[in-house]
């Protein structure tokens, strides 16, 4: 069996990731979405909250496992018998970024493949920092984000301080 693991903070989870999750399941067994506790971004939904979100997300694909992690993906792929990383690429920035985090994962662990998948082109706009933005204008975020996802963020939203909204958008990698 292979078991593949697509890790992220997926804060919150957009169609680009739920693409990206749902293309990979086809590829492999079984397919770990693995949700990162502790991002070197401020989160604007806790851990537990990010990991029900996604298991909404894939509830109906039985080949997807949805499971939080902390410290190295490369442990937590042994810990857990992964032999794949997937990863999302959606635009040529992208790809710098993630082929040094493939070769400094191979050093780590030269037993865990590195797979990356482009992102569909209906996405490739797509982060979780856009997605908080908008949501954080009350924009309409319907076509980047299943509805639960928009009810969440728009609940998470609406009592906040435009202080606070402000610095849920540091803008890093997601």
Do not use: W
């Not at 924009?139 to 980047?144: A, K, L, T, V």
């Amino acid at each position: 069996m292979v078991r593949a693991v697509f890790p992220g903070s997926f804060d919150p989870i957009h169609y680009g990731h739920i693409d990206i999750a749902t293309r990979a399941s086809r590829l492999f067994d079984e397919l770990v979405v693995a949700v990162y506790d502790k991002p070197l971004k401020n989160a604007l939904f806790n851990p537990t909250e990010r990991i029900n979100l996604v298991q909404k997300a894939f509830a109906d694909n039985p080949k997807i496992v949805v499971m939080g992690y902390s410290g190295l993906t490369v442990e937590f792929c042994r810990k857990i018998e992964s032999q794949v990383i997937v990863r999302g690429l959606r635009v040529f920035s992208d790809f710098e970024h993630e082929f040094r985090m493939a070769l400094a994962n191979h050093r780590l662990a030269p037993d865990v493949e590195t797979v990356p998948l482009i992102t569909s082109e209906d996405h490739m706009f797509l982060s979780s920092t856009t997605v908080r933005e908008i949501a954080s204008l009350n924009g309409d975020i319907r076509s980047m984000v299943p509805p639960f996802v928009a009810t969440a963020l728009m609940s998470r939203y609406s009592g906040m301080d435009e202080n606070l909204k402000n610095n849920s958008m540091t803008s890093l990698r997601d």
